[in-house]
């Protein structure tokens, strides 16, 4: 494995995610049994940030788990690189909705813990490439500090870089700015975008806002209510470095009437069932004819 | 924020003087002041059932006595020395017990029933059992005080292996990290705070199954002293036991909270 | 919803304003008049608001949007009564509601929606909306639980009354919490970023009924968020607030016609106010956010 | 009566408990009740109790009697504990047909109510009135301070002195305990509860004395709760304790009579009565504090239906 791949642009260790027919399904003692996926596939191809959008609720997270490792599909399979994948490995690291650093170790600590626990580098090396990363996104002034002293924002970037040393062939990341301050939120996107272009990694994006997926994909799909699966592919080629400029274009407002759409159409579904608005899905349709 | 901000920011002087002339700290002198006038006035027979109190003087003096002779440091010595074996017996074994049983299911089904049924037993109800088992009164003491903590650190200990956040876990499985190496990495030092809370607990139960079993079953010891100051109907002398004994649990919750900031750097920050 | 009958939606008709309150106000004109304020807890200060003053018109719908600790909530709370002011005075309807001597204290008249929600998690839904007329004595138990029936109808909450908060999903809390402000009649509704960390889809939703029931109130709103999509969707005017000390920046009116729909969230005009905005808000939110950083280093 | 057909009787009434939770779970699992019963006689988890079970007693059994080992030999075993608990005619006058075997079950029970109920009466209200008001709290909070860290039973022979005989001495030792639990619980309690629901309700027009009963009160409940059921195990603690030191009749006193007494086999029967009796005393506190607090048992349950 080289230690050189979050250097070079477009090096041969970015993988290939493929999930194919996958289907979920929960049963829990005392309830009916709730399918979260059923025959999902999505390709997302190498070196490209492909955003998941949907609902909450939607299995998005079911499909990020299965494909991360952590849960068992009940059939179908995951494939990195053609090669179907079983468990959790480093190959795919996820970036959790939750922050998932461990409180007790400094956040340099925490970003050569992978490195350092599987012996593949000497405790130097794993720390001049955690000090490169963090420098990056502009926290080289807190490696000492513990996770609990930072802010939000700054947990998330920290576990960017964790995840980032790793130098897996494909990144998860879970809804990693849920309960950030949109502005936060911003800012926290402008570094990630600025982290997959200097690495160039495959990335899988989960999220439930449209704007955060229009700002940071190459290719956006909305998933199904339960139970889940890929409904719409939009490709989404709006010029990068993409800033706020970018929402004047005529292009990102097609785009974005296309998704909503398509993901008001899922919400107005669980909203007729859960509230009874029927009114929903009437205004989404208006919106697509501009 | 900006509060959190601004209080670290003070210099100590102005802060020392904002505190002592706070609410705060004249009300709770204040309080304290009101409780010896109380004690003082209950002593001369002005309230009920405080008569046989002694004033605060009597038993000032009293102290001062004490502490001129050798028994009292030889109590001070001979009580810290049970808690000490009692509490660090059950902290050896208390631990990889619950921690035991968080790790491994077989395990917890196998002790948990059992561990249930002997937990609601007062540990004092083990101080025949354990004059009769043991060869010496000085093991059966401890051996008390063991009951007393051992069963509050493996509650927490257990409690704290099942409540690791998932992700913690997960995210170091997924680098690729062995179950041992998950263990002693991840699992070990997220229980560390549950751990310290047990001891807390623990040190405080500890001190009072002392004192009890001194009293039952004891020759010497603080407990001890302040029932021969009974048995001799020396009033004061109970109060400065108690007293005594009081800044004996104080100190040691002191020393267990230091440790406890010693093996948790990183919740000390605030 | 414009699909809503206008016989549903008179029942959320305010109610004829009560007597005995000194002054009597019919609308909800609030204005902030150089307010500031200094937290000084331990003699080193903070500046949270320095001379920040504007004014709301009755039955307007503002929202105040600004990066986090600009001192929105702060502002929030000194028109709610719970903090008091350092200089500047805010007046309702011409009558003075805080100066810097008065001290201060909520009422019934400006209620406020929390940021986390703050229904009572021990109350059922149908107790938590009775709560203020109730405790106030303006009804008896049994109007109030009537009124707030018919009102939780209107908001499609019709059957979970005897639920406790804690059962309902985060929009529905969110809406009855509304609920349980506006069936006191206040002439200011105060909200502090409520529909903060919803998703998407609910957060939609959540607009919607929010905007339903202003425009069947016609009550003057007083809205913060960080959110400027969800600031010009909602409101008449946007009014952009910089880091501390808090002050406005730059307002702008909303030429939108209402009612809103979500078509106009991909319109040509909308995308434009956004646009105008994002700069003077992206601007405080790098300040905001640098400052934070060096706070925490 | 003989004393294996009440030892069956007993083993019998276990085993129709068990079974009948069986069925609930039967239910929620959608499979007949008698599949249930076997899929748990024959699952992991419940053989694995058994043996748990089993080794313990049979270690007490192979090391106190079968090779009477150094130490253990001086214990009684457990067949002759129990044969004497179940004995009509028992050999040292306590066993479950005798009267004073409830006799010192209903002295121990007595006092430690008395001392729960009145730290709880006591101890809530301070605990409420120190975390509702802030003056309250400056003045009281060193008080407290001030006499907590003395353990309980040291106040034992001062109570013995100062108070009336010894039953009063007991109970308050007992209830000084149980107070200081529930009182720093349910000040942690108040102080848990958010500040917008103080906010909430004072927007709403509560005024000081309906923040008190609608919001502290019910904000603070599982606080409260929690410190009942600490409390509850703590007056067992002291009240064992304070019987053995200073009172006549009740179960630590009975635990120290017949070590004095060399009455081993009573010895037992006191620690397992004190357990039960201590288990079950709990399970009413914590099942009141269900009832109570209705809201927060559906929110647990509930909170699958949020979307």
Partial sequence: MGNNGSKNGHGQDKGELVIENVTRVFRLPGAPSCTALQECSLTVERGKLTVLVGPSGCGKSTLANIAAGYDHPDSGRVLIDGRPVTGSGRDRIMVFQETALWPWMTVLKNATFGPTMLGEMSRSDAEDKAMVLLEKVGLKDFKDKYPAQLSGGMQRRAELCRALVMNPKVMILDEPFRGLDVMTRELMQEYLLKLFQQTGLTMLFITSEIEEALFLADRIMVMTNLPGTVKTTVETDLPRPRDYQVLATERYRQIKSQVMESLYEEGAKIFQRLDGIQDLLGNCQASSQP | MARAATITGAPLSLRVRNFVFSGQFVRGSLAVLGFFVIWQAGSMGLLPFMHAIPTPITVAQAFWEFMHTAKYWQSWLDSTLRVMYGFVAAQLLGIPLGLGMGWNRNFKDFSYPLFELMRPIPPLAWVPVSILFWPTNEISIAFITFIGAFFTIVVNVLGGVSAIPRQLVNAAVSFGASPKQVFWRIVLPATIPSIVTGMMVGIGITWNVVIAAEMIAGNTGLGRLTWEAYLASHTPGIIVGMISIGLAGYVSSMAVKMIGDWLMPWKKIF | ?297 | MNPYFVLGLLVAAILAVGAWQQKKKAALYELSWGVQIFKTLTGRHFLLQLAGFAVFIAFWQLTVKTFSLPWFNRLPGPWECLMEWLSPDPAYGISIYTEDYYKHILFSTYRATTAFLLATLLGVPLGLLMGWSRKFYQYSFPLVELIRPIPPLAWVPLAILVLPGDEPAVIFVTFLVAFFVTTLNTLLGVESIDESYFRAARCLGADKQRLLLDVVLPGAMPFIFTGLQISMGAAWFSLVAGEMIAAQFGLGFLIWDSYSLIQYPVIIIGMITLGIIGWASSAVVRSIGRKLMAWRERELYGSGQSG
């Fill in chain 3, 1 to 297: 919803m414009s699909k809503m009958s206008a016989s549903n939606l008179k029942l959320l008709q305010p109610s004829p304003p009560q007597d005995g309150l000194a002054c009597r106000a019919t609308d909800g004109a609030l204005s902030i008049k150089t307010v500031g304020k200094i937290y000084d807890p331990e003699g080193v200060h903070v500046e949270a608001l320095r001379d920040c003053s504007l004014e709301i018109a009755a039955g307007e719908f503002v929202a105040i949007v600004g990066p986090s600790g600009c001192g929105k909530s702060t502002l929030l709370n000194i028109i709610a009564g719970f903090d008091n002011l350092t200089s500047g005075e805010i007046l309702l309807d011409g009558c003075p509601l805080a100066t810097t001597n008065t001290s201060p204290s909520p009422g019934p008249e400006r209620v406020v929606v929390f940021q986390q929600g703050a229904l009572f998690p021990w109350k059922t839904v149908i107790e938590n909306v009775t709560y203020g007329p109730v405790v106030q004595g303006v009804m008896s138990r049994a109007e109030a639980i009537q009124r707030a029936r018919e009102m939780l109808s209107r908001v499609g909450l019709k059957d979970i009354e005897s639920s406790y908060p804690g059962q309902l999903s985060s929009g529905m809390q969110r809406r009855v919490e509304i609920i349980r402000a506006l069936i006191n009649n206040p002439k200011v509704l105060l909200l502090d970023e409520p529909f903060r960390a919803m998703d998407t889809v609910t957060k939609s939703a959540s607009h919607q009924y929010l905007l339903e029931l202003y425009s069947a109130t016609g009550k003057t709103i007083f809205f913060i968020t960080h959110d400027l999509e969800e600031a010009i969707f909602l409101a008449d005017k946007v009014m952009v607030m910089t880091t501390r000390p808090g002050y406005i920046k730059k307002t702008l009116a909303v030429k939108l016609p209402r009612p809103r729909q979500y078509a106009m969230l991909a319109a040509p005009e909308f995308i434009a106010m956004k646009a105008d905005l994002v700069g003077a808000v992206h601007e405080e939110a790098v300040k905001a956010f640098e400052a934070g950083e060096r706070e925490m280093a």
